[in-house]
């Protein structure tokens, strides 16, 4: 048993491990010596191959040193970082790209800024001199007919643009009573607005005014002016959009 063990410890070689000196094979010898010349080739060189002892916490802690440093030295040279005059063209390219960014926005502000005062204008235009008047009988407050269909059309397009608030105006002769022909231009009124809630337009977006006898701008005397002052009168105001 001792021969055995004799022999298959007689070519390996001995490191010192704290107090005692532990035998290794000799395939962890030849290992310890292809490190040692990696690691300290001048000091392998320069040492007698025979007789060489190696402090295994010493060598171990040096050689996990030594490979950290490498693989340091390794990742940066595999990713090289930034420089100064890199960074600094990185800052002039974020630079400019900052300035296009703040100039389109500008540019875009300015634009829809052009846009939503050329729609006002237009609305404007058109409101400010759009009216539409509704003829009524002598002593009536019905509405014909044939006016109905067209007053529903004008409904369902005024439904379309919210911001247009709509103002109904009655209006009567001069003959009869005041407070007659102020009760007679109410009813006109009601009539034409329940036309226009009938097909569709919100009431809350019609005002309602009653002018009697006070609006009108025939004399007694003059007949054939009588019916253009027995009517209502519908135009339209921008709620809500500044000039």
């Known amino acids: ?66 490979r950290r440093e490498t693989s340091m030295l390794q990742i940066d040279g595999r990713h090289p970082g930034v420089n100064g005059q890199d960074l600094t063209q990185v800052v002039r390219e974020l630079r400019e790209r900052n300035e296009a960014l703040r100039y389109l926005t500008r540019w875009r502000t300015v634009r829809e800024s052009y846009q939503v005062q050329a729609l006002r204008r237009s609305m404007h235009a058109i409101t ?5 008047s509704i003829p009524f009988r002598t002593g009536g407050w019905t509405i014909e007919p044939h006016l109905e269909t067209p007053l529903c059309a004008l409904a369902r397009a005024l439904i379309d643009i919210p911001c247009l608030q709509v103002k109904l105006e009655g209006f009567a002769d001069t003959r009869g009573g005041r407070r007659f022909n102020r009760k007679l231009s109410m009813r006109r009124v009601y009539a ?6 009938g097909g569709g337009l919100p009431v809350e977006r019609m005002r309602l005014k009653a002018h009697g006898d006070g609006g009108a701008r025939y004399a007694k005397n003059d007949r054939g002016g009588f019916p253009f002052d027995r009517r209502v009168l519908i135009s339209f105001t921008l709620g809500g959009v500044p000039r």
Not at 128 to 132: E, F, I, P, R
Not at 192 to 197: C, F, G, Q
């Open 1 to 66: 048993m001792a021969s055995r063990d004799s022999g298959r410890w007689s070519s390996s070689r001995r490191v010192r491990s704290g107090r005692s000196c532990v035998p290794i094979p000799r395939y962890m010898a030849r290992f310890h010596a292809a490190v040692n010349a990696m690691l300290w080739p001048d000091f392998v060189a320069n040492s007698p191959p025979s007789g060489l002892r190696i402090d295994r916490r010493r060598h171990f802690t040096e050689y996990r040193y030594i």
């Open 192 to 197: 034409v607005w329940t036309v226009l809630a």
């Open 128 to 132: 400010d001199g759009l009216t539409v």
